[in-house]
C-alpha cells in the first residue's frame, strides 16, 4: 500500500479539522463565542484538565512515518511453521485493493438499505461462499474471533434447548479459546464443563467413551458439545461418532473449523459429520483474507442449520444476516434481516451484546475466496495437507524425533515428542531464521518440555523447509528411517464445492462498482447520531499496512515483536493521559465487548472483597442498546420475584435530556449495597453533558457500587475532562468513533477499556510493561478476570489508532473535541430555529456533539394527511437525506420520533452550511409536498426494500455462479454533492411525480 496525501484535501489538514480558523471564529461569532473553551462554560472546572492531556506534540505525516516504520521494524519476521490460534496463508492480490476502496472500508453498518448496497452485496457474497464451503443454510456477517464466536454459540445452543444449561468442552480445545469461554460465563447461568480425559495426553485424541461417560454423568442438562475438527495439538477428533453422540443424547453438536481446509480435496464439511451433520458450526477466518496482524482483526465465521426441521433455531442466533429481499418497485436487492434478535430492539432481551462485528474482513474474505477461486482454494488446502505429510516423514527420520501420536490421523498440522526439549529446536531454528513450530508441552503434559507443534499452509517455501531440515539436523544428527504416518484419507470430503473463480482484475472493478453504491464520510458529512462518522486518514492504513506489523504472528517471541509490544505499551500510556485513569486493557475488539469487560471487572471486585450480594445494575433508559444487553450478557438477570427486583433498573431522562439525579437518588436509597455499578453514557445520547455525574458518583460509591462510563461519545469530551475527577472507575472508549477507525460498513470495530487504580490487578488479557533498558515484555495481571479474544485484540486497528494520535498530539486532542462541539452547536442553531428539538427542555448552551431535530404536531398531521403513517414519517424522512446525497441522521433513536444528528470536526463551515441548508429543504419539503415521503428514496439504486417479506422467509444464501448484479445509481451520489440545494428539491419533485405515473 501507498500512501499519497494528495488523495483527499482532508488528509493534510492540521489535525484532519477542514474548518479554517475564520471558519472557526465564524461559528464561534454565529454563537455569540470567543473560543473552544467558552463551549464548555456550563461544565464545572474541577472535573477538567488543567491544561493539554500528557501526550506527545503532533507530528507531521513525514514524521510519523519515519517513526512509526522504525518501530516496526523493531519487529523481526521469520518465516513461520507456527499456526496455534491462528494460520497464516497466502494473502490474495484482491485483498489490499478492496482494503482500499473507501466507500465501502468507510461507510457505517448498512441499516439504510438504499444507500448500502454495495456493503450489503459483499457480505451476501461472503455468506453464500462460506454456505457453499461448508453446506450451511444460514451463515451471519461475522463475529469477533473464533474464540468468542465459540461463546456466541454456546450461548445460542442454551437458548434452542431451554431450561438446558450446561455444555461440553473437550480439552483438545485451542487453551485461549477455552479461557475464553471460561471468563465469558461467570456469573451467568451457562454452565461450561470441560472434560478430564486423561487418554489425551497418551493419543492425542479425545476418548468417545469418555465423552459418553461425562454425557450420561451431566443427564438431561446438556445442551451441546463443542468439537474442534482439527484439535489442539493437530490430530483430527472423531467428529463422526462425537456428533452422533451429542445428537444421541439429545445436545446440539458445534463444529469447530478451518474454512480454508473445507475446499475440494479438504476435510469434510460440518454439514456432513455422523449422520445428520453439526448443528452450529464456528471458524476462524482471519486467513481467508489477511495477514496475520498479530492476531487481528479477526474473523469470527458463524453457521446455523436453517432448513424445515431447524427453521427456529436461527432465532437463537446473535449477529446480523444478511438476506434476500426485492423493493417497492419489484427490484431484486439485499437488506438486513432478523433484527429483532439484536441489542438496538431488544436491549436487555438480545440474544447477545454484539453491535458491531469484523464486517470489512468479511468483505475482503468473500473477494479474497472468489479470488482464489475452486482451484486456488483446493490448492492452499491440498498443498497444506501434502507438504505436512512430507515433512512428517522427513523429521521423524532423525534420531530422536518421533510422533507424538502415531495412530492419530492428522492434516496440516502435528506434533512431534523429541528427545531434547522443544525450546532447544526453537532457538536453533531462530539461528536459522525459521519459527520451528510451537512448544505445545503443557497442552500434554505440565511437566513436560519436549512436545512441538508445526502447522503447514500454503505460504512456506522450499528454502523454509531446507532451514527446517537443517534446523533438526544440527540437532539431531544424520536423517535415518521415516516413521509411518496414520492413514487421513476417511476424514477428507469426496464432493466438490464448485467456488466460481475471477481474476483480480474483474473483481477490483466490481468490488469498486459496488463501493459507488455506499457513500463515504471522504466525500461529505455522515451525520449518523451516535456514530461519530469523521474522517478515516489515509495514513492510519498506510502505517498498518507496513509489513512489518502485519505480518508478524501472535505466538512470537517477545524478542521478535519488540515494534508491537512498544506500540501496545505507547497505546496504554496515552489512554491514560487521556482518560486520567490508572489503567488500560487494549484487548477488547469492539465498544460492547468494552462494556462487558468493565462489568466483569465490577463483578470481580466485588467478589475479591466477600461482597457477593451486588444484583442491581442501575442504567439510564436514553442508554445505547448494548448497555442493558452488556449487563444481561454478564449475569445480571431483570426479574422480579415476590415483589423484589432484580437485575437492571433503569433510571429515567429529565426535559433537559439529564438523567434524573433526583430519582437516580431514591434508587440509591432503596437498593444501597445491593447496587452492582451504574452504566452512563457521557455526554449522552442526547448529545447532553450529564452535569451531576460527580455527584452521582460520589452517591453510588458511597454504597460500595462502582461507576461505569460508555464512553461511546468521547468525541465531545476527550481532552477536556479528567474522568479520575469525575469519579469514573472504567470507561471504554471506541477507537472506531472517537480515534478514527473506519467503521467497515459495521466492523471491525475497536475499543480501550481505562480504568482506576481499583482494577489494575483484575484487567483481562496482556499487560506490557517496559524495563529500564527499554526492553518490553508481557505479563498478566495477578487476579486478571481472564481473556475476551484468543490472542491481543485487533491489532491492526491499535496501529491505526496509535498513528492518528500521532498527528493530533497533545493539544490536537482537545481541539478535535472542541470543534465537534462547535460543529454540533453552530449546526443546531441553524436547524433549532425551525425544527422541533428532543428533547423538548435542550437548549444551545448544553449541546455538545451531536443532537435530536423531530417535525412539530402539524408536520406529522400534514405527512400522516398525505398517506404517511405516522409510526413511518421519521423513517422516512431519514430516506429524503439519501435523495439531497447524505446518509441519513439516526432515526428513531434514543426518541422515537427523532432524527440524531453528528456532523463530527471533519467539515467546513461551507459543507456544514450546505448540510443545514438541505435540512431546510428537507423541512419545507414535508411542509410542502409531504406525498413525497411515499415514494422516497428517488436517485439510489433501488427504491424503499420491502423488509417485512423478506424478514417472513428469509433466504440467507445461493450457489454462487455468477457475481451479484449491480443495479445503478438513478444519480449518482458526488453529482448529487455538487448540485444546488433546491435544484435537487426540484429533481426530488420530478422523480415524485414520475413514480406515481408508472404506479
Not at 464561534?28 to 506534540?57: C, M, Q, R, T
Not at 507530528?59 to 516496526?72: G, H, P, R, T
Not at 485483498?95 to 473507501?102: A, E, H, K, S
Not at 431484486?332 to 434481516?337: A, E, L, M, S, W
Request: net charge negative; aromatic share 8%.
Amino acid at each position: 500500500m501507498t500512501y499519497d496525501p494528495s488523495v483527499n484535501p482532508r488528509e493534510t489538514k492540521k489535525h484532519y479539522i477542514s474548518a479554517t480558523e475564520e471558519d472557526i471564529k465564524g461559528m464561534l461569532g454565529a454563537l455569540g463565542l470567543e473560543k473552544l473553551e467558552d463551549l464548555y462554560s456550563h461544565i464545572a472546572d474541577d472535573i477538567k484538565f488543567d491544561g493539554d492531556v500528557d501526550i506527545a506534540p503532533a507530528k507531521s505525516a513525514n514524521q510519523i512515518i519515519e517513526e512509526l516504520s522504525a518501530m516496526a521494524a523493531k519487529n523481526n519476521i521469520k518465516p513461520s511453521f507456527q499456526g496455534g490460534g491462528l494460520k497464516a496463508y497466502k494473502v490474495p492480490d484482491i485483498t489490499n485493493i478492496v482494503l482500499g476502496i473507501r466507500e465501502l472500508t468507510t461507510s457505517y453498518t448498512p441499516y439504510q438499505p438504499e444507500r448500502s448496497q454495495g456493503t450489503l452485496t459483499t457480505h451476501w457474497i461472503y455468506q453464500s461462499l462460506i454456505s457453499q464451503l461448508t453446506g450451511f443454510e444460514a451463515v451471519n456477517a461475522s463475529m469477533y474471533d473464533r474464540a468468542t464466536t465459540l461463546y456466541e454459540a454456546l450461548k445460542c445452543s442454551q437458548k434452542i434447548q431451554k431450561k438446558k444449561n450446561t455444555v461440553l468442552l473437550l480439552p483438545s480445545l485451542f487453551p485461549n479459546d477455552i479461557e475464553v469461554q471460561l471468563t465469558q460465563c461467570k456469573n451467568t447461568k451457562l454452565n461450561v464443563v470441560i472434560l478430564d480425559d486423561p487418554s489425551f495426553a497418551e493419543t492425542g485424541l479425545i476418548s468417545v467413551d469418555a465423552v459418553a461417560a461425562k454425557v450420561e454423568e451431566i443427564g438431561d442438562d446438556l445442551a451441546s458439545i463443542a468439537i474442534p475438527q482439527i484439535n489442539s495439538v493437530g490430530s483430527l477428533e472423531n467428529v463422526n461418532a462425537l456428533t452422533d453422540l451429542a445428537h444421541s443424547a439429545k445436545a446440539l453438536a458445534i463444529a469447530i473449523v478451518d474454512p480454508i481446509l473445507l475446499a475440494t480435496g479438504g476435510l469434510v464439511p460440518p454439514s456432513q459429520w455422523g449422520e445428520n451433520g453439526a448443528d452450529i458450526f464456528v471458524a476462524e477466518g482471519q486467513h481467508l483474507a489477511i495477514a496475520p496482524n498479530y492476531g487481528g482483526p479477526g474473523l469470527g465465521i458463524f453457521g446455523i442449520r436453517y432448513n424445515k426441521k431447524t427453521a427456529k433455531h436461527i432465532r437463537a442466533t446473535a449477529g446480523r444476516f444478511i438476506g434476500n429481499a426485492k423493493d417497492i418497485a419489484g427490484r431484486d436487492c439485499k437488506v438486513i434481516v432478523l433484527s429483532t434478535r439484536e441489542q438496538h430492539i431488544k436491549r436487555e432481551k438480545a440474544n447477545s451484546n454484539i453491535c458491531s462485528n469484523e464486517a470489512y474482513i468479511a468483505t475482503v474474505a468473500g473477494a479474497a475466496i472468489l479470488n482464489r477461486g475452486e482451484e486456488g482454494m483446493k490448492e492452499a488446502a491440498t498443498l497444506s495437507r501434502v507438504n505436512a505429510a512430507a515433512a512428517a516423514s522427513k523429521l521423524t527420520s532423525f534420531d530422536g524425533v518421533e510422533l507424538a501420536f502415531p495412530d492419530a490421523a492428522f492434516y496440516n498440522e502435528f506434533t512431534l515428542k523429541l528427545s531434547v526439549s522443544a525450546r532447544k529446536v526453537l532457538d536453533k531454528a531462530k539461528e536459522n531464521g525459521i519459527y520451528a513450530g510451537l512448544d505445545v508441552s503443557a497442552r500434554i503434559d505440565v511437566s513436560a518440555d519436549n512436545f512441538l507443534m508445526l502447522t503447514f499452509t500454503d505460504l512456506q517455501e522450499q528454502s523454509d523447509f531446507d532451514a527446517l531440515y537443517a534446523t533438526f539436523e544440527a540437532v539431531f544428527g544424520t536423517a535415518t528411517t521415516a516413521q509411518e504416518l496414520a492413514d487421513n484419507t476417511s476424514f477428507l470430503r469426496e464432493d466438490v464445492v464448485g467456488i466460481a473463480t475471477y481474476s483480480t482484475e474483474e473483481l477490483a472493478k466490481y468490488y469498486q462498482d459496488l463501493g459507488y453504491q455506499n457513500i463515504s464520510p471522504d466525500s461529505s458529512i455522515y451525520p449518523l447520531g451516535s456514530c461519530t462518522m469523521k474522517y478515516n486518514p489515509y495514513l492510519n492504513d498506510y502505517i498498518a499496512g507496513l509489513d512489518d506489523f502485519q505480518d508478524t504472528h501472535p505466538e512470537s517471541d517477545e524478542s521478535d515483536v519488540q515494534g508491537n509490544l512498544e506500540m501496545i505499551y505507547q497505546t496504554q500510556e496515552y489512554f491514560k493521559a487521556i482518560t486520567g485513569l490508572a489503567g488500560v486493557t487494549t484487548q477488547p475488539v469492539a465498544g460492547a465487548q468494552g462494556e462487558f469487560v468493565g462489568i466483569k471487572l465490577f463483578q470481580a471486585y466485588h467478589e475479591a472483597r466477600g461482597d457477593f450480594n451486588r444484583d442491581i445494575i442501575l442504567i439510564p433508559h436514553s442508554a445505547h442498546g448494548t448497555n442493558p444487553a452488556t449487563a444481561t450478557y454478564a449475569g445480571f438477570e431483570t426479574k422480579t420475584i415476590e415483589g423484589v427486583k432484580y437485575g437492571i433498573v433503569e433510571i429515567d431522562a429529565l426535559p433537559s435530556g439529564e438523567k434524573d439525579h433526583e430519582q437516580l437518588k431514591e434508587l440509591i436509597k432503596e437498593y444501597g449495597d445491593r447496587i452492582c455499578g451504574v452504566m452512563v453514557t457521557n455526554p449522552n445520547t442526547c448529545g447532553v453533558f450529564e452535569t451531576n455525574f460527580k455527584d452521582m458518583s460520589k452517591l453510588i460509591h458511597g454504597v460500595g457500587g462502582l461507576v461505569y462510563m460508555d464512553g461511546a461519545n468521547m468525541n465531545a469530551i476527550a481532552g477536556w475532562i479528567d474522568l479520575d475527577k469525575l469519579g469514573v472507575d472504567a470507561v471504554h472508549n471506541n477507537t472506531h468513533k472517537t480515534w478514527s477507525i473506519p467503521h467497515g460498513g459495521g466492523g471491525p470495530g475497536d475499543a480501550f477499556v481505562a480504568v482506576s487504580d481499583k482494577f489494575l490487578d483484575f484487567l483481562p488479557g496482556i499487560q506490557v510493561d517496559k524495563d529500564e533498558k527499554g526492553i518490553f515484555s508481557m505479563r498478566k495481571t495477578d487476579k486478571s478476570i481472564g481473556s475476551i479474544h484468543r490472542h491481543h485484540g485487533n491489532f491492526a486497528h491499535k496501529v491505526r489508532c496509535y498513528t492518528y494520535l500521532q498527528a493530533l498530539g497533545c493539544d490536537g486532542v482537545k481541539r478535535m473535541a472542541g470543534v465537534a462541539v462547535l460543529c454540533s452547536r453552530y449546526l443546531f442553531k441553524r436547524l433549532s430555529e425551525s425544527y422541533t428539538v428532543l428533547p423538548a427542555g435542550n437548549k444551545i448552551d448544553k449541546v455538545m456533539h451531536e443532537f435530536i431535530l423531530t417535525l412539530s404536531p402539524e408536520q406529522f398531521a400534514k405527512a400522516e394527511a398525505a398517506g404517511t403513517p405516522k409510526s413511518m414519517i421519521i423513517a422516512r424522512v431519514g430516506k429524503l437525506f439519501l435523495d439531497f446525497g447524505f446518509h441519513a441522521p439516526t432515526v428513531a433513536f434514543p426518541e422515537v420520533f427523532g432524527l440524531m444528528v453528528e456532523p463530527t470536526e471533519s467539515y467546513t463551515k461551507d459543507e456544514l452550511d450546505r448540510f443545514a441548508d438541505a435540512c431546510l429543504e428537507i423541512l419545507k419539503l414535508v411542509d410542502t409536498n409531504p406525498e413525497v415521503l411515499q415514494t422516497v428514496p428517488h436517485f439510489t439504486p433501488i427504491d424503499r426494500v420491502d423488509d417485512l417479506t423478506a424478514n417472513k422467509k428469509p433466504v440467507l444464501s445461493e450457489k454462487l455462479t455468477s457475481l451479484p448484479v449491480i443495479i445503478p445509481n438513478r444519480v449518482e451520489p458526488h453529482v448529487l454533492a455538487q448540485m444546488p440545494i433546491d435544484e435537487i428539491k426540484q429533481l426530488i419533485l420530478k422523480a415524485h411525480t414520475e413514480k406515481l405515473a408508472l404506479v
